[in-house]
């Protein structure tokens, strides 16, 4: 049965539930049926050499990650990197285990392919998720730990939960993305200033010298975001995240101004915000591309103006478990037509 098919049965249930689900059948699958893992990985994981690079020290077969919020939990880890993923980012995680806001916090928006979610960082906490990356780490491909603030930190403490995570995940995990532009939890965006990123990016490279990445929101003025970026490269920060969820309530036909928005909707946004950023910042930090990328000619576009990887999660609901697979064959073509050996040769061609 084709996810064309599933699709409808799975919309008709509560979009928390559906995830649920679908988190419920891969741990199975990992759980009982391990071997249906490597049948998954045979149908999907592309192997081509024009993919691979490496970056931040590490090798990525391919450009195409998993952005935060899919695995919160990191209990999906196997059969997602079986899907085809060239990285993959566990969390937005807190240092204690939360419930996050209140339901309903996740809309689908099926016209428009996108998703509206005020989940708030609902998580299980770093214990427990610190015990399930003990048991597979180091990982087959790049794990991310993306981090975050608990709700009840108020922000003049909000420093010492990031750096708690980062002690505590040093050795479990590849690199670090610091989430401070989720629209979920109150206040969190105020975080996005110079005095803070400052702060963080100095006071971390005390406790680790892995990579550590900021997450941007989209929704800054491309002046101030610039700014920001600035600070954090001045401060040893190892890449850029452009960008998180939009709180652009302009591009919704409904009533709710409250969560952020993912999918089509932020296409033409991101990529814009996107291609402003790296006309300044390209060359001198990695940049991973994130926001409303569902196709091979999306994904090579940010490539092109700057993005040495780019990241899904709301296509993943729509398009279904081959979407890595054609992004990825995608690729491979475009490149061919371009006259392009190996993706290196694409990234940034159109801001060199």
């Not at 392919?113 to 989940?119: G, P, R, V, W, Y």
């Not at 299980?124 to 991310?144: D, M, N």
């Not at 910042?281 to 040495?308: M, V, W």
Request: proline share 4%; aromatic share 8%; charged share 20%.
């Amino acid at each position: 049965m084709s996810y064309e098919q599933i699709k409808p049965l799975l919309f008709k249930l509560d979009p928390e539930n559906a995830h649920w689900l679908a988190e419920h059948s891969l741990r199975t699958l990992n759980a009982v049926f391990p071997g249906a893992l490597s049948f998954l990985a045979h149908q999907y994981i592309v192997n081509d050499e024009s993919l691979k690079q490496n970056l931040l020290g590490l090798d990525f077969h391919n450009p195409v990650g998993l952005a935060g919020g899919f695995d919160k939990n990191a209990t999906m880890i196997r059969p997602l990197a079986a899907l085809g993923f060239g990285f993959l980012e566990f969390g937005t995680f807190t240092p204690k285990a939360q419930e996050g806001n209140e339901k309903p916090r996740l809309f689908r928006l099926i016209k428009q392919e996108s998703i509206q979610n005020a989940m708030g960082f609902n998580n299980e906490g770093a214990q427990k998720i610190a015990s399930r990356l003990t048991q597979i780490y180091p990982f087959a491909v790049p794990l991310a730990a993306n981090i975050g603030k608990n709700k009840i930190t108020p922000n003049e403490q909000a420093l010492e939960d990031y750096l708690i995570l980062l002690k505590e995940f040093e050795n479990l995990c590849d690199y670090f993305v610091v989430n401070i532009s989720s629209p979920n939890t109150k206040n969190l965006r105020a975080l996005q200033s110079e005095d803070f990123i400052k702060e963080l990016f100095n006071k971390a490279r005390e406790i680790t010298q892995k990579p550590i990445l900021l997450k941007i929101a989209p929704d800054m003025s491309v002046d101030a975001a610039l700014s920001l970026c600035e600070v954090a490269i001045n401060s040893s920060a190892n890449g850029l995240i452009i960008a998180n969820t939009s709180v652009d309530y302009s591009l919704l036909d409904n009533n709710r101004t409250f969560g952020g928005i993912s999918g089509r909707l932020i296409t033409e946004k991101s990529g814009i915000f996107f291609k402003e950023l790296a006309k300044v910042l390209f060359g001198r930090t990695l940049l991973i591309a994130s926001g409303g990328i569902d196709s091979a000619e999306l994904a090579y576009d940010r490539i092109k103006n700057g993005a040495n990887l780019i990241q899904v999660y709301t296509a993943l609901i729509f398009k279904g478990p081959s979407l890595v697979k054609n992004i990825n064959e995608g690729l491979i073509e475009l490149l061919k037509q371009d006259g392009f050996l190996h993706i290196s040769q694409a990234v940034g061609v159109n801001v060199k």
